[in-house]
């Protein structure tokens, strides 16, 4: 998850808070998510949240609650960006 949280880091710094704002969501809500790991998250989040309207904001959290942990980490660690 510090790999996931570190990525929507990048993707909010570097200009997609809508990608941004999926992976925190993941972090943020996955189970299996360490406490630093959620606190990054949940930064990048509120951060994010400020740059976003409110339709695309809630549309990315939806996507980032049906995200699949396993596919999301073979997707961001393989750097396909499609």
Known sequence: MNVLSTGATLYATYGDPARALEL???VVESPVTWHES???AAEVLSR???HL???TA???QERGLHLQLEAVL???LSG???
Do not use: Y
């Open 53 to 55: 309207d409110e339709d």
């Open 80 to 82: 396909d960006t499609e």
């Open 48 to 50: 994010t949240l400020l």
């Open 38 to 40: 959620r606190d990054r």
């Open 24 to 26: 925190a969501t993941l």
């Open 58 to 60: 809630a549309a990315a």
């Open 74 to 76: 073979e997707k961001e």
